[in-house]
């Protein structure tokens, strides 16, 4: 298992991804056929995973930590190495993500193209709307509405 799916498995990732789109434990059992109860308990089981991943993903990339929500898969803190705001993602489609707030030197980067799929995407799984194309020239600037989405919705 890799830090992608946070050591969830396929099925324990499905019932995070229920939650994630906002549908109650019961919601998910009668979606599921599986007792409340028995929701419950994986519950417990997938947000020790979710917070290990996010926890070590912090650890990994010595982040201080000021806010961790599991349920909503994000750990947002402060690089000490780089001494900018950091932001840990977990989805489905992703996984696990670091992201830096500020501006990055995306034009030296060869993976631009990459992290500006990853961020839109995070946006879209997270219902954040970002501009067209047309009006963001670099990836930093989609992981700053993220920043300001994340910190505002909470």
Not at 129 to 141: A, F
Request: aromatic share 8%; proline share 3%.
């Amino acid at each position: 298992m890799t830090f992608f799916n946070a050591y969830l498995t396929p099925k324990q990732m499905n019932l995070w991804r229920l939650r994630f789109d906002g549908h109650s434990q019961s919601e998910i059992s009668r979606k599921t056929g599986v007792t409340r109860q028995t929701i419950n308990k994986a519950f417990g089981v997938i947000n020790s995973k979710v917070t290990k991943a996010l926890l070590e993903g912090a650890k990994f990339n010595r982040i201080e930590i000021s806010r961790l929500d599991m349920e909503r898969g994000y750990l947002l803190g402060r690089s000490m190495k780089f001494g900018l705001d950091a932001l840990i993602t977990f989805s489905d489609e992703n996984g696990l993500q670091i992201w830096y707030k500020g501006e990055g030197n995306c034009s030296k980067c060869e993976t631009v193209e990459s992290c500006r799929k990853s961020l839109i995407k995070e946006a879209e799984i997270r219902q954040i709307p970002i501009p067209p194309n047309s009006e963001i020239e670099h990836p930093s600037q989609i992981a700053d509405i993220l920043f300001e989405k994340i910190i505002e919705d909470d």
